[in-house]
């Protein structure tokens, strides 16, 4: 989590974040420190997870220690910043964030900019549950748009993600992204588990990872960051 | 009877993205390859003769990974190496005269021209140059059991959904693996120890039997793992997936709690590249005015500037002292999971990246070494057995089923290492040039000649692009210019070439160019990508 993905946010789906993380908003308190009170309130719970944050991005940093920018090494190619055709891509991050990507072909992306007055482009997220979407809401982006991240409400259930357009109360779907299925967050302790694999579980690190669900009245941040 | 004692599996991830610059006299990149074979390849290979020649058993599980084999075993890298090794020895002789008299500095010296003298002896009379050779050697005595990982490294998951990208980059390990080894491997080590739901049907595809995954992981697996991280699981497809234990990799992969952590050991980051004057290190920094050396004088100490003058003999004291701890502690472990499991041995799997031990945790081969001498000890007081994964299975063909969730080693635990704001823009690339590679399969399905050359050197360019390393760097910021110019180049290849073969033409002098200077995977057949019926 960081101020750049934060900042694609909406309000609302800022102070959503906010709620579930337990933090208190004042009314009318700035988007910015809205932001940051994000942001301390995630480092504060993080950063006594040391037990497994030493990740191995450590070891590629050291065994690729490189010289930063060297000019004029390496000739400087250029690709193009999309395709010219129209798609949508989602990719989990995590259990409640899912990175979603898409291009617009010229043609249709012309004809809309024209009618951007009455046209709204937007992201339908949907719960794919079966042949039907039980479940939808909408993220409204613009047209310079590429890309988002967008924060899910339920880890392991399904979703995809629908490029529209809305124009005079019809929408019409531009493409269709892949479905993707979002990870669990939180071991299932189930009363069923036979004592075996209880102890097993816990000698395995069960707690020392953060994978027991807290309890209500001590609700862990929305998005977890114990790596390995 | 079913016999409980406790294993334990050490596995080493060898591994470096592909940096090879013909173009170019010098590349400083390319020096990560030259320092890794130097600080922990060598020294591998020499303590495992040293174990062999005692007599004492040992084991372990190694992955070679494609890139890196396909660079261990370039004439020009292998070349570049040796003038290399020639440049670190003038430097060390240049720090002999200049630390000459002083009592601390002077033995550090000569310990750096001792280790550069001995690398090239052994490089080039010794190993006459490849040193795939060696690790084979001992492959074949039954001391390491050789495993395979995704051509590239390329971090799965985030192409979960274009099969394909997957199948590819499986089946162009394997085939570079039997070039090198002459069989295929039965161990897949995952990229980044990413792995999600479904990947084990690719796997089980090539005939693969098991990989290893995180405990996190296995433990948010459905049904959650009978025995915790003490046993490997069985998925749908029959892939046993072996699960990284919690305590192990803390010891040693924290950064602020683990062993190379401690105050004795030689400190990473105090390099003389970053102290002496820029004109008297010029001609060994590759044209860069400031980078690493790989002389370094100071001891980790704590927290401070103020760095103590590093002791190596009190470092390699620690190291077998540290190497004791961490099997005590493993022992604790193994006794605690054999209590609860009295029908089957309990493992506890030890995976890390090889180049932690000798490059950047100096003292981690002794480390190994010890951990190997003690190991080798029986007693009472020993009830851990040193086994590979295969051993394991063979011993234990039954495992309890469980699907283990989507999941990674990076910070976060799953995709947030490749999916942040620094990074992201890669996948759109990756991916489409992926999905138009399999693309060219299906409208090229039988080429040969010319024709066949640029669809494997495409092939070959979408490969390269999708390492997961670059998206690491950019996301660290470390050699992020590189990085992106690496994937920026090889997705121009890409587009390039498919923009030739859509308008039927092909510009023979720049494939030919483009073929010498990425000359990965020289057996590269274009139809990996194919839709698989």
Redesign the interface.
Known sequence: M?P??LSLLSDEELRTLAEKMNIYVPEGLERIFLIEEIIDAYEDDTSDK?????????????????????PGR???????D??NETYI?A?????LWI?A?W?IADSTRQKYIGEAETSRLLLRISEATGFEPSFSYDIVVSFDD??W?INVPHPKRSYMIDLCIAKCHKVRILARS?IV?M???????SSK??Q??R????????E??H?IEPKEENSLRIM????? | MANNSPSIALVLNAHLPFVRKPQYRQFYEERWLFEVISETYLPLLRMFRKLELENIPFRVNMVLSPTLLAMLSDELLCERYIEYLDNQIELAQKERRRLAGDPVFEPLADLYFAMYSRSREEFEDLYGRNIIRAFDYFSKKGYIELMTTAATHAFLPTYSDIPEAIDAQIESAIIAHRMEFGKNPSGFWLPQLGWYPGLEKHLRAYNLKYTIVTTKGALLGSPSPFYGSFSPVMTASHIAAFIRDAGATKAIWSETEGYPAHSVYRDFYRDIGYDLDPSYLAPHLYGVERGYTGFKYWAVTGKTDNKRPYEPSAASAQAIMHAHAYLSDRKVQARAASYWMKDRSPIIVCPYDAELFGHWWFEGIQFLEAFFRTMSRKDEENPLRLVTMSEYLSENPSCPRSEPEFSSWAEGGYAEAWLDGRNDWVLRHTRRAAERMRELTIRFPNESGLRERILNQAAREVLLAMSSDWALLLRSGKSADLAAKQIRESIYNFNHIYEMLSAHTVETEWLTSLEKRNNIFPYMNYHVFAPKK
């Open positions: 960081n750049e993905i040391v037990y497994s944050h030493d990740a191995p991005d450590h070891l590629e940093e050291k065994k690729l220690a490189g010289t930063g920018f060297i390496l000739e400087d190619i250029s690709i193009p999309y395709y891509n990719i989990v991050r995590d259990p990175f990507f291009d590429r890309k991240y892949n299925r990870p669990s967050q939180y071991l299932d302790i588990l036979p075996v694999t102890s097993l579980l816990v000698l395995s690190g069960s020392e990872l994978l977890s960051m114990e790596g390995e």
